[in-house]
């Protein structure tokens, strides 16, 4: 079979597997055990989707998403980012973190201005556009304030504007809402939208809530667990309306969770 | 549309409105009220026995405020204070630069890490005191021999907290910088420096008091120079009076400088200090 062509997306997954080393069994420690973790992902993201990757824990969608951002490599298959095969940590890819991952001795806006100061851009330069962004995430009124003066929902957005800094051209989120509160939550879900929405970034974002993937997604791509694998990929009947209001509303929303919930409960 | 936050309202209390005898009790039973009156009380009593003992042993306030006051007329306290602060000064220098740039080099680099820390075990494991004599042979007794010494003393716990601070930053930390394409020279200074910087100043704080006790004991065996050389002069012609002096301008001198570093620890490990209330 010929790979996937370049042109085809943004992130291709070309017959990608991770196996992790496992203790080895009592009575056979010379022979070391791989566990699959993944086992030949081939899937494709387009240009300017958000996607979801939805399993429960162990699955390996967060696996998936640490090589797709390059911080760990692929044991078998190949991965390209915009037609360019990963390799290591891309710059125009960023990446918002499952517990904020803010540095606690830098206010929002050193936060914020981190990865403009790790590329050498001018303090001056920099600074303004981290004042944008932090004004567009709503914390305007904090950019002076440490991380730990911040609600969790507010150190998430801090976050958010910290990995919209490069303007990149794809974005990824570990479940990074997964430790807030059902409010927080939601309302982060709907800010992050309208955010996207005017951005044009693909993302690839890994969640385990049903709810939250039908809310956020073009398309869900749904795993299975041990060896980690995408079952099925979904196109979601309700992504049209989820930027005008609150998707959960849609007359269709509970037949799409019933659906999402049997296909994460049985076997194949 | 993005909702906007706002800071949340904040409201001021009006002072409590006390009586002129609830504010006097306030006053008198405040913490440094007390303090005052406790020390007042220590030196009335000194003064009362210090008197009617042979002044070979011991000397009353009034008499050691008397010698303070002839030792700063004649320069000789000044000239001694200098010979004690200039190599603190210099050694005190050495010893942060010593240290924190062992503890980072064992912390970073695992083979000398073991090349190391024999050596570092052994030198922490000898009471340093031992070294004394070997060090004058080596450095002699004036400035680069206090200096030696006051290093030799005061230097571990700076290492060990450095490496400990460095060892200490978590993974997760350290992806952060690798996520957004750091270099490892950007990972280590705006990352593991800064996480490591609370560890530092606790190791500098504890080694600004080794190095008070290291300085003085190297006057000590010098004997010769300093207000440990003071010490050591005036007890030897029982001069009980003068012998004060030196001790307390020292007590002066460990008083501010403990209170200058850990104001400076508060300051720049305030992050931690709030981060740890929060959880």
């Given at each position: 079979m010929k790979p996937p062509a370049a042109s085809d997306g943004m992130v291709v997954y070309d017959g990608v597997s991770k196996f992790f080393p496992v203790r080895a069994r009592p009575g056979r420690?010379?022979?070391?055990?791989?566990?699959?973790?993944?086992?030949?992902?081939?899937?494709?993201?387009?240009?300017g989707e958000l996607i979801t990757l939805l399993g429960p824990s162990g699955c390996g969608k967060t696996t998936l998403l640490r090589l797709t951002a390059g911080l760990i490599v692929a044991d078998e298959g190949r991965i390209t980012i915009a037609g360019t095969p990963v390799t290591g940590p891309r710059k125009d890819a960023c990446m918002v973190f499952q517990n904020f991952g803010l540095l606690p001795w830098r206010t929002v806006m050193g936060n914020v201005e981190f990865p403009l100061e790790i590329d050498g851009m001018g303090a001056a330069e920099r600074r303004d556009r981290a004042r944008d962004f932090i004004e567009l995430v709503g914390l305007g009124a904090f950019a002076e304030h440490f991380p730990h003066e911040l609600s969790g929902g507010m150190q998430q957005r801090v976050g958010i504007a910290r990995a919209l800094m490069r303007k990149p051209i794809l974005i990824f989120m570990d479940e990074p809402f997964g430790a807030l509160d059902a409010q927080t939550r939601?309302?982060?879900?709907?800010?992050?939208?309208?955010?996207?929405?005017?951005?044009?970034?693909?993302?690839?974002?890994?969640?385990?809530?049903?709810?939250?993937?039908?809310?956020?997604?073009?398309?869900?791509?749904?795993?299975?667990?041990?060896?980690?694998?995408?079952?099925?990929?979904?196109?979601?009947?309700?992504?049209?309306?989820?930027?005008?209001?609150?998707?959960?509303?849609?007359?269709?929303?509970?037949?799409?969770?019933?659906?999402?919930?049997?296909?994460?409960?049985?076997?194949? | 549309m993005t909702s906007s936050l706002e800071m949340p309202p904040r409201r001021s209390v009006p002072a409590p409105q006390l009586t002129w005898a609830q504010r006097l009790r306030e006053v008198l039973l405040s913490p440094n009220a007390i303090r005052t009156a406790s020390v007042a009380v220590f030196f009335v009593i000194w003064e009362y026995y210090g008197r009617r003992m042979d002044p070979i042993f011991m000397a009353p306030p009034s008499a050691i405020f008397q010698a303070a006051l002839e030792l700063i007329r004649n320069g000789a306290l000044e000239k001694a204070l200098i010979q004690t602060l200039w190599p603190f000064a210099v050694g005190m220098a050495l010893t942060v630069v010593i240290g924190v740039g062992l503890g980072i080099v064992m912390a970073q680099w695992r083979t000398l890490e073991y090349v190391l820390d024999?050596?570092?075990?052994?030198?922490?494991?000898?009471?340093?005191?031992?070294?004394?004599?070997?060090?004058?042979?080596?450095?002699?007794?004036?400035?680069?021999?206090?200096?030696?010494?006051?290093?030799?003393?005061?230097?571990?716990?700076?290492?060990?907290?450095?490496?400990?601070?460095?060892?200490?930053?978590?993974?997760?930390?350290?992806?952060?910088?690798?996520?957004?394409?750091?270099?490892?020279?950007?990972?280590?200074?705006?990352?593991i420096l800064p996480a490591a910087i609370p560890f530092i100043m606790a190791g500098i704080r504890l080694a600004v008091g080794l190095a008070i006790i290291g300085i003085i004991v190297a006057e000590f065996f010098t004997a010769i120079s300093g207000l440990g050389g003071m010490i050591v002069e005036y007890a030897n012609v029982f001069a009980t009076a003068k012998l004060f002096v030196p001790i307390i301008v020292i007590a002066l001198v460990g008083v501010v400088l403990t209170e200058l570093v850990m104001w400076l620890e508060r300051r720049m490990s305030r992050w931690r200090q709030l981060e740890r209330e929060r959880f």
């Open positions: 420690e010379d022979s070391a055990e791989l566990m699959v973790a993944l086992d030949r992902i081939n899937a494709s993201v387009r240009k939601e309302q982060l879900q709907e800010d992050f939208l309208a955010i996207w929405s005017r951005t044009g970034a693909t993302v690839v974002f890994v969640t385990h809530s049903i709810d939250e993937a039908l809310i956020l997604s073009d398309r869900i791509f749904v795993f299975e667990t041990a060896p980690g694998r995408i079952r099925t990929v979904v196109e979601s009947q309700v992504a049209a309306e989820r930027l005008g209001g609150d998707v959960r509303a849609h007359p269709d929303f509970g037949k799409c969770r019933a659906e999402l919930r049997e296909m994460l409960r049985s076997e194949p | 024999p050596f570092v075990n052994a030198l922490y494991a000898i009471p340093r005191i031992a070294l004394i004599p070997l060090i004058i042979l080596w450095a002699g007794l004036e400035f680069a021999g206090k200096v030696t010494i006051l290093v030799s003393v005061a230097v571990f716990p700076i290492t060990v907290n450095t490496y400990s601070g460095i060892r200490d930053v978590r993974g997760g930390m350290l992806e952060i910088g690798r996520a957004y394409g750091a270099t490892e020279w950007q990972i280590f200074w705006k990352i």
